[in-house]
C-alpha cells in the first residue's frame, strides 16, 4: 500500500537537486492522489482533465498556471463531480498539494516506463512547485502513514474477511394496568440479538442469529397488546435463525430457512417504517405488520420473482416441525403456512400488497382475543385449517409524513372436533391505519402512531366447553411511540398502547402497556 503513496529517489533528486540521503528523507512526505484514504471512496471520483473544474484553486496563482498545464498535458488530477477538488480540507494549500504529487506520480510513470514525452520544461515547473509546496507534501505524508497504520491494524483486528457481525441489544422496562391483570407490576429485561452474516459470492448472505432473551408482556389476560420483542429463554443463547438467501438470475431471490424463517425474508409487510422486527418502529407484535403474516414459520423455502421494477411475487412454505419425523409431522404432513403475495410499487412512495396465507394449525397470530387464537385457547387439542387474506398499502405523501394500514380476514375450521371442541368455523378479522412521521424532531428519530382492531373472532359456530368463540365486543388498539436517536449506535423509544375493551369484551376494563425500549446497535 505504501509504494501508492511515494515518489522514487531518483525522480526526487531530478526535482529538487538533493543529495541521496536528502532524497530518501523526502521520499517519505509524498503521497498519491488517493483520495479514497483520506475523505472519500474511490467510487465518488471521476478524472478532471482541466484544472479549471477545480474552482477552488485560484486561477490567479502562478502555481494555477503552471498546475494546469501539467494536468491538462498529463491527465493527472482527479476530482469530484462538482467540479471541485478537495483533498483532506484543512487548506487549498494542501488539496492543491496533493493534485501536485498526483501528476509527480504520473510523470515518474513515464520516466520509469522509457517515456519520451516528459520535456524540460516540464521538470523546471514540478521542481518549482515541489519547493513552493514542501512543507504541505510533508505533512500530508506524514498523514498518510498514520492511516497506514490504522488500517493494518483494522486488517490485523478484522472479525472476519467473510461474516460481518452485527449486535441488536434491547432493555426495556415494562409495565402494564387495568383489565384483567391481577398484578400491576413493572418489569424489566433483554433481548440480545447477534447476527453473522457470511457471503460466499458477494450476492447471497448465510445469516446465523444466536438469540438471548427475557422480556416478557404485561398478564393483562389477552393476547392483545403483545409487545414485539417479549420474549423469555431465560437468557440462554441459542441459535435462533439460520437463513441462507441467494440469487437465481437477475430476477428471482431464494431463501432457504433452516430455523426461525418468517415471511419478511421473501414478502415485504407493507409497513416499511413501523416493521422493525421489535428492534426499532412499533412496539407491538400487532403494530408491526397485519397479524396474517405470522401464520407462516421456522422451516422451508421462500421465493421472490421480479417481473418487474413495479410487481414482484412471493411465495413460500414453512413448517415448524419439519425436522420431526414421528407420525403427523415432518415437513409435509403436519403443521404449516403457506404464502403467497403479490407486491405492487408503481412509485417510490406507493407499495400495496395482496397477501394470502393457507396453514394447517397454524391459525393463531399470537395477537387479538384469546378466543382468535383457538389452538392456544383448547391447548393444541383441536386440528384447524385457515385461509387468510391480507391487503396491505403505504403511501409516503412526504418525507416526512407516511400513511398505511392492513385489513386482514381468516376463516378458520376445525377438523375433527374432540368432547370439549365443535367441528365449526370462524371468522376471524382485523385492521389498522398506521402513521409515521420520519425524522420528527430529530434526524433519524421517528414517531408513530397506530389505531386498529386486533384479530377478533366476528362470526363462529365453534363452541369450547360449551360456549361460543364469538368475541362479544369489539376493542381498539390505540398505540403511539416516539423513537429518538442518542446518537447512531443507541435509541430510546417510549410507547403506549391503550386497549378500550381488553380480549374485546367491554365488562374488562381498559389497559394501557406502557415500555421504554432502549436499543443498542453495534
Known sequence: MKSLFRVTTAMTIALVGGSLSEAIALETDYLSMQDDLLTQSSGDLGQVNSVFQLRDVAPSDWAFDALRNLVEKYNCIVGYPDGTFRGNRPLSRYEFAAGLNACLQQIERLIVGGGTDVDAADITRLRALVQEFEAELATLGARVDDLEGRVEFLEDHQFSTTTKLEGKVIFAAIAGTGGAADDDQVTFGNRVR????????????????????????????????????????????????????????????????????????????????????????????????????????????????????????????????????????????????????????????????????????????GTGSNNSNLRELTGNTVDTTANSFGVQASWSISDKFVLGGWVGYSDIETVDGTAAVTDGSAEVWNWAATVALPDLGKDGALGGLIVGMEPRVTDSNITFNGASIEDPDTSLHIEAFYQYPINDNISITPGLVWLTSPNHDDSNDSVVVGTIRTLFSF
Open 194 to 365: 447477534l447476527n453473522l452474516d457470511t457471503s460466499f459470492t458477494g450476492e447471497d448472505n448465510l445469516r446465523v442469529r444466536l438469540l438471548a432473551e427475557n422480556l416478557n408482556s404485561p398478564d393483562i389476560g389477552t393476547n392483545e397488546g403483545t409487545l414485539g420483542f417479549a420474549g423469555d429463554n431465560g437468557n440462554d443463547v441459542e441459535v435462533d435463525a439460520l437463513v441462507y438467501a441467494f440469487p437465481i438470475g437477475d430476477k428471482l431471490e431464494v431463501a432457504i430457512a433452516a430455523n426461525a424463517g418468517a415471511s419478511d425474508d421473501f414478502a415485504s409487510t407493507v409497513n416499511p417504517f413501523l416493521d422493525g422486527d421489535g428492534n426499532e418502529g412499533s412496539i407491538t407484535a400487532f403494530g408491526t405488520r397485519n397479524p396474517i403474516y405470522y401464520l407462516i414459520e421456522d422451516k422451508g423455502i421462500g421465493l421472490n420473482y421480479s417481473f418487474s421494477d413495479k410487481v414482484n411475487l412471493g411465495v413460500g412454505y414453512m413448517a415448524p416441525d419439519a425436522n420431526d419425523p414421528s407420525g403427523g409431522n415432518g415437513l409435509f404432513n403436519g403443521a404449516y403456512g403457506a404464502l403467497a403475495q403479490l407486491h405492487f410499487t408503481p412509485s417510490d412512495r406507493f407499495e400495496l400488497g395482496l397477501t394470502y396465507v393457507n396453514s394447517y394449525n397454524l391459525s393463531d397470530t
